[in-house]
C-alpha cells in the first residue's frame, strides 16, 4: 500500500533551519510529482512546495520563496524540503503527499515544525 512518512521536524528559533524528509513506498516514486503542504492551527491547508518527477522544475509559495527548497532523490524514494530563516509564522504541520491518479491523493502523517524562541 501507499505509504508515506515525514520526519524532520521540531522545535527551532528564528532564522534557524530544519531538513524535513518523506520516505516513500508502495508505488514508483520515480513517476509521480511530489508536493509538501502545511496546516497551522485555525488555517486551511497550504501549498508550500511541488517537484516534478526528474526534480528539474520546482514551485514554491510565495510565503517560502527563496528560503525553501525542495528536492527528491530517486534512488531513496525521498523528497526533501530544506528550510532556512524560518519565522514563527512557519509554525505548522508539514505534509508530503502525491497524486497517483486524477482521484487519489496520498498524504503522509505530518511532521510538526514549531519556530519559537
Known amino acids: 500500500q501507499v505509504q508515506l512518512v515525514e520526519s524532520g521536524g521540531g522545535l527551532v528559533q528564528p532564522g534557524g533551519s530544519l531538513r524535513l524528509s518523506c520516505a516513500a513506498s508502495g508505488f514508483t516514486f520515480r513517476s509521480y510529482a511530489m508536493r509538501w503542504y502545511r496546516q497551522a492551527p485555525g488555517k486551511e491547508r497550504e501549498l508550500v512546495a511541488s517537484i516534478t518527477t526528474t526534480g528539474s522544475i520546482t514551485n514554491y509559495a510565495d510565503s517560502v520563496k527563496g528560503r525553501f527548497s525542495i528536492s527528491r532523490d530517486n534512488a531513496k524514494n525521498t523528497v526533501y524540503l530544506q528550510m532556512n530563516s524560518l519565522k514563527p509564522e512557519d509554525t505548522a504541520a508539514y505534509y508530503c503527499?502525491?497524486?497517483?491518479?486524477?482521484?487519489?491523493?496520498?498524504w503522509g502523517q505530518g511532521t510538526q515544525v514549531t519556530v519559537s524562541s
Open positions: 503527499s502525491t497524486r497517483l491518479s486524477n482521484t487519489d491523493r496520498y
